[in-house]
């Protein structure tokens, strides 16, 4: 562990242990204050402990840089305008070698603060993953987590 890192309580030691051990979506929410990001810090340091190559982003500078990830428009090299079409920020991305890279090579994305996306920025997202790294039949391209506020609808979520 880390040693800026505070430890876990034992709920979420489970919380840990059952993400890292499960390589699928997970979504993890509690109210303000209750530790969801101190456990993706936690999620982090494991899955690259692991070997896995992690990518962390979040709508937000703000959040992004309380994450130590990029914004979701960084994390595709896409601006502001670029997410008004799925088919502009499709082509940005598979026109950018150093994101298609990135998309390519990582193993786990984690989404901080997903119930701040607008349904918009989420489409956006999950297009360009499917695109950026070019894996069928996956949702985003798997090995996904988001965390999001308690009591907040993720948009566009099905």
């Not at 984690?110 to 349904?119: L, Q, T, W, Y």
Request: charged content about 25%; aromatic content about 2%.
């Amino acid at each position: 562990m880390a040693p800026d890192l505070a430890p876990l309580t034992e709920e979420q030691k489970q919380v840990v242990d059952e993400i890292a051990g499960n390589q699928h979506t997970a979504f993890i929410s509690g109210p303000a204050g209750s530790g969801k990001t101190h456990v993706l810090k936690h999620l982090t340091e494991r899955f690259e402990k692991d070997g896995k190559k992690v990518a962390i982003c979040a709508p937000t500078g703000a959040a992004a840089k309380n994450s130590d990830g990029l914004t979701v428009h960084n994390l595709l090299g896409l601006s502001p305008y670029d997410v008004q079409s799925l088919t502009t920020a499709g082509r940005k991305v598979l026109s950018n070698e150093a994101v298609r890279r990135r998309l390519e090579e990582m193993d786990v994305l984690i989404v901080d603060e997903c119930s701040m996306m607008s349904r918009e920025l989420l489409a956006v997202l999950e297009h360009c993953l499917g695109v950026g790294r070019r894996r069928s039949g996956e949702v985003a391209g798997g090995g996904e987590i988001w965390q999001g506020a308690k009591r907040r609808t993720m948009a566009g979520a099905k």
